[in-house]
């Protein structure tokens, strides 16, 4: 059984080594990546990770790293801003979970001393740090998301966001109101018919910095493969293969459905039905 004063030199050389992490956690974003989260971003990475703009709109391509620089940058504004409130969003809750578990990945490779004393508590939708920040992910519901005042709202897969004017001009973009927030939307390019069209390439286009990366600049890197690519040209269609790696919006010229039409209909909260628990009332 440990005696007093020996506990308490304990707590003191702890306090001591939590302090001196908490001083060489650097302040630039990409040496934050590199040296904390152990995460070596790519130019193009870099470039989103240094910008602090309030307006910021992401076309990557497939496998180009966006959810991990993104979940990055969720954890870079939280801890460089104490007290505030990261919100992530998706079409449904289990891709919003996508992005919060690339958040777990990045907290799991800190140093253990650096982990302690930048974070005080992980659950499933909610991480806290000890500045009193908190990044929680959440679907793009209205009933759920409503209520949240927000320093930094990230938007993933915005071209499928339901009723996404309506969301992004009545219930989104009043969150940011009291706290001069920030806004990140990011997506695969789909329907010209989107709010995200109009961030990256539409009216409000001029008010977003714009981030882009195709899938030349994902080979480039050694991200992917160009035998990879040869195979999804051969694979797809090829306004598919525009949309998904060119990370370029299509228009409905040779289309049997319009793309807005299509992603009205899909419902991100349905989960696959296995076959063997479908009965027939004969």
């Known amino acids: 059984m440990l005696k007093y004063s020996s506990l308490k030199k304990r707590v003191e050389r702890l306090k001591k080594e939590r302090e001196k992490a908490e001083i060489e956690v650097p302040q ?33 391509s497939r496998q180009s790293g966006k959810s991990i620089t993104l979940a990055a940058k969720a ?88 009723r996404d004017e309506y969301m992004f001009s009545n219930v989104l973009m009043p969150m940011l109101a009291t706290t001069g927030g920030s806004l990140i939307v990011s997506s695969t390019p789909w329907s010209s018919k989107s709010m995200f069209y109009e961030y990256c390439k539409g009216r409000f286009h001029e008010r977003f910095s714009q981030h882009y990366a195709n899938w030349r600049d994902a080979v480039e890197a050694g991200l992917i493969s160009e035998k990879f690519i040869e195979d999804m040209q051969a694979t797809l269609l090829p306004q598919q293969f525009t949309m998904e790696f060119e990370a370029e919006f299509v228009n409905d010229v040779d289309a049997w459905l319009p793309q807005d039409l299509i992603a009205r209909c899909i419902d991100s909260g349905l989960e696959l039905i296995n076959e063997d628990e479908i009965f027939i009332n004969c």
């Open 28 to 60: 630039d974003p990409v040496e934050f990546s590199r040296d904390v989260l152990k995460f070596s971003p790519l130019p193009y990475q870099e470039k989103l990770l240094r910008d602090d703009s309030d307006r910021i709109a992401v076309r990557f």
């Open 75 to 162: 954890i870079i504004y939280a801890y460089q801003h104490p007290s505030t409130t990261v919100l992530i969003v998706a079409p449904g809750l289990r891709q919003s979970m996508i992005l919060m578990d690339k958040v777990y990945e990045h907290v799991g490779r800190m140093d253990s001393e650096v982990k302690r004393s930048l974070v005080s508590s992980m659950r499933r939708t909610v991480v806290k740090l000890r500045n009193g920040s908190k990044i929680i992910a959440l679907p793009c519901s209205e009933n759920l998301v409503r209520g949240y005042s927000c320093h930094l709202i990230l938007c993933d897969e915005a071209s499928f966001f339901e």
